[in-house]
Nanobody
Framework: VQLQASGGGLVQAGGSLRLSCAAS????????IGWFRQAPGKEREFVAR????????NLADSVKGRFTISRDNAKNTVYLQMNSLKTEDTAVYYC??????????????WGQGTQVTVSS
């Protein structure tokens, strides 16, 4: 499985961005796809995930009410809609995926990071 992330950029606080994660390869074997982020000097943290088939979602408390994760199975793509962005959302965002039977805490696949910078 290969993951291709896109959509990062520079935005002012209060603005919006949408990240995309396109999956290719043996996507039928995937259980969930989602996002982690890592800010400078901080550890990588979970942001959001979505079950690949059922569509159930899970978001970190820090982004609930502001971020939404969705999927388009026809396009093998997961989207992270980020609204009401804050400066503390500044980080490199990584797309990740897990296979059935794997734990989300240790993803099986990673995409390249995409930088999100929120200015005040």
């Amino acid at each position: 499985v290969q993951l291709q992330a896109s959509g990062g950029g520079l935005v002012q606080a209060g603005g919006s961005l949408r990240l995309s994660c396109a999956a290719s390869g043996r996507t039928f074997s995937l259980s969930a796809i989602g996002w982690f982020r890592q800010a400078p000097g901080k550890e990588r943290e979970f942001v959001a995930r979505i079950n690949w088939r059922g569509g159930a979602t899970n978001l970190a408390d820090s982004v609930k009410g502001r971020f939404t994760i969705s999927r388009d199975n026809a396009k093998n793509t997961v989207y992270l809609q980020m609204n009401s962005l804050k400066t503390e959302d500044t980080a490199v965002y990584y797309c990740a995926a897990v296979l059935y039977g794997s734990r989300w805490s240790t993803p099986d696949y990673w995409g390249q990071g995409t930088q999100v910078t929120v200015s005040s």
